[in-house]
């Protein structure tokens, strides 16, 4: 029965009668090809049937990229199911024959069929290593290292430099599909000098079926589509990718970040409409991990950036890094180093850069693009801001802060509290840190800065220990606070000689007036901080004493940090008060 079956099928396919071929016929034999050509037993039979599959009607009819899965399925079929049937090498052997033998001119159906075979490699190799299904002494990885090499590579260019097919964007975008699956894994040596094409064009269009793949990723895919290929082999794009970049010049590389660029401004609009489609949320991870390895293979290109375009080389990666924050907070980045590596990247160049004056467009650009409505992008410039803050702290002057500093503290819904998610919580660590950076800004280079932080550091930390009271702040965040910024008191009393004294009394009036222990203890910790900066003996001596009526005397580690604190003085007088004043008192109580 399984003979005469195969007979049939080799009959229907060498027919040179115009079949009609309808849905149901192409799934039918689809279905019979997978069943019976892993299972033949005679190499003639086999060699036969290829042969008539090959110059069959029936490729011409099936879509493209459903015949190349049809014969992936094939020859996964043959490598994973062992039967009683042709030996692998010998199996291997056959499909060389034919491929060998074909003289005419191939069709794209005919390419379709070697890609299939083609990309099936990397599961062949996987068993080989593990199970050694070949016997023929490698000689089956060298079919596929030819196949690819001297007939599926120079075919796939001859087609891709025809004028009809560059008419024709959906053939097209086939054989970009076809070319992209062959990159299973990152290949750092494919001979893209063996064919005469620019590859500089590949890579933009493998960028423009990205977007159009990026701008379809709500709709529902159907069969086996270009975009239905995509979704479940966007790792295959990233290395192909990428192996284009290593070659590609400055120009394409521009041209290359421009578009990502413009892929993630889609994406920054286009993800939130989605975010109860959980069943998207693959996709949209698979296009972010995609886009941060192009970018990191650009970012490492910038060797062959001129001078005079690196400033917009930069200002691209950092868009695309912006835009696609709403992606990054999303996923996170933890375990994923390639992030680190282009925000790094990023960063450095501007520390390198030494120049504001070119930082400030990048800033206002984002600033422009409607933050306060996008927590994403906030979140992004936020941080970004800081990190220029804490590297130009030394140039910052009035119009700076003016411009990007002064605007965001006055985003009271983050700072003053009463947000549940966790991307406002972290929103509002992140204004919380601009405002330690930015007031522990050295105020020597600038007297309108210096005034500036003295009109805002008093409220800051009251409005800290409000949130820290009301539970809007760890323990740990506060005395992170206080530990920042009280120096900065000392950098400005030529300025308000009253700030610390200022600052003292409101942390003692808190303490006071907070009912709950562990709470009042950490704001004394505070207060703590502060009574070191007191220079004058006699204000010392009494904030000492004021201090010490505020702690529990049974309280050991308020008393080690308060003892800490006197002993770092190098005070004679705080030492002496610690041993006729804490000492007697702590005896006392025993």
């Known amino acids: 029965m399984f003979d005469h079956d ?36 005679s190499p003639d039979t086999l060699y036969r049937l290829v042969k008539a599959l090959f110059q069959s009607q029936l490729i011409i009819k099936l879509p493209p990229l459903r ?9 996964l079929w043959k490598l994973e199911v062992s039967e009683p049937t042709l030996p692998i090498s010998n199996f291997y052997q056959v499909w ?19 890609g299939g075979i083609l990309i099936t490699y990397p599961r062949f190799k996987s068993l080989n290593d593990a199970y050694f299904i070949d016997e023929s002494r490698d000689k089956t990885a060298l079919y596929y290292n030819n196949w690819r090499f001297n007939l599926f590579l120079p075919i796939w260019a001859e087609f891709w430099n025809d004028p009809a097919i560059n008419a024709n964007p959906l053939i097209k975008n086939y054989l970009l599909v076809s070319m992209v699956l062959l990159f299973s894994h990152p290949i750092t040596d494919f001979p893209f000098h063996a064919v005469n094409i620019s590859w500089d ?15 379809d990723i709500g709709q529902p895919t159907e069969g086996s589509t270009v975009s239905s290929v995509l979704s479940t082999n966007l790792n295959h794009l990233a290395n192909c990718l990428n192996a284009l970049f290593t070659k590609s010049n400055e120009p394409t590389l521009m041209n290359s970040l421009y578009k990502l660029e413009k ?11 989605f975010e109860q489609q959980k069943q998207l949320d693959r996709k949209f991870q698979d296009l972010f991990i995609l886009i941060i390895l192009a970018l990191k293979e650009i970012s490492a290109m910038n060797m062959k950036i001129s001078p005079d375009h690196k400033d917009n080389f930069y200002f691209m990666i950092c868009l695309s890094l912006f835009h696609i924050h709403v992606l990054t907070e999303k996923f996170g980045t933890v375990g994923f180093p390639s992030y680190d590596y282009v925000y790094d990247s990023l960063i450095t160049y501007f520390i390198v850069l030494d120049d504001l004056s070119k930082i400030i467009p990048i800033l206002n650009h984002m600033k422009e693009a409607y933050i306060s409505e996008d927590p994403s992008k906030l979140l992004f410039y936020i941080n970004f801001l800081n990190k220029i803050i804490s590297y130009y702290s030394w140039r910052i002057r009035m119009p700076f802060v003016t411009q990007f500093i002064e605007p965001l503290l006055h985003f009271n819904g983050f700072l003053k509290g009463g947000l549940s998610s966790p991307l406002e919580i972290e929103l509002r660590e992140s204004i919380h840190t601009l405002a330690i950076t930015s007031l522990s800004i050295d105020p020597s280079h600038s007297s309108q800065v210096a005034q500036w932080q003295v009109s805002r550091i008093a409220n800051y930390l009251k409005m800290s220990m409000d949130q820290f009271i009301a539970g809007e702040l760890s323990a740990d965040q506060i005395q992170i606070i ?5 120096m900065q008191f000392l950098s400005l009393r030529n300025y308000n000689r009253h700030l610390l004294r200022d600052s003292l009394h409101e942390t003692y009036i808190k303490i006071l007036n907070t009912k709950s222990p562990e709470k009042k203890n950490v704001l004394i910790e505070c207060l703590i901080v502060q009574i070191s900066l007191v220079e004058d003996p006699h204000h010392l001596i009494d904030w000492l004493n004021v201090c010490l009526q505020l702690i529990n005397i049974h309280n050991k ?34």
């Open 67 to 75: 015949l190349l899965h049809v014969i992936k399925d094939v020859f």
């Open 201 to 215: 064009l590949v890579t933009g269009r493998l960028l423009d079926l990205l977007a159009e793949y990026t701008h």
């Open 6 to 41: 195969v007979e049939y099928l080799i009959t229907a396919l060498s027919s040179t009668a115009r079949i009609p071929y309808d849905q149901r016929l192409l799934d039918e034999v689809s279905a019979n090809l997978v069943y019976y050509v892993p299972r033949i037993k």
């Open 482 to 486: 206080f530990s920042s910024l009280s």
């Open 263 to 273: 892929i993630c401004q889609y994406l920054s609009d286009a993800v939130r409409p």
């Open 96 to 114: 060389n024959a034919v491929l060998e033998s074909h003289r005419a001119a191939w069709n794209l159906s005919q390419l379709m069929v070697l």
């Open 557 to 590: 580690r308020l008393l080690q940090r308060l003892w800490d604190m006197v002993s770092g003085l190098e005070s004679p007088l705080a030492i002496d008060w610690w041993y006729t004043t804490v000492i007697p008192a702590h005896s006392s109580k025993l």
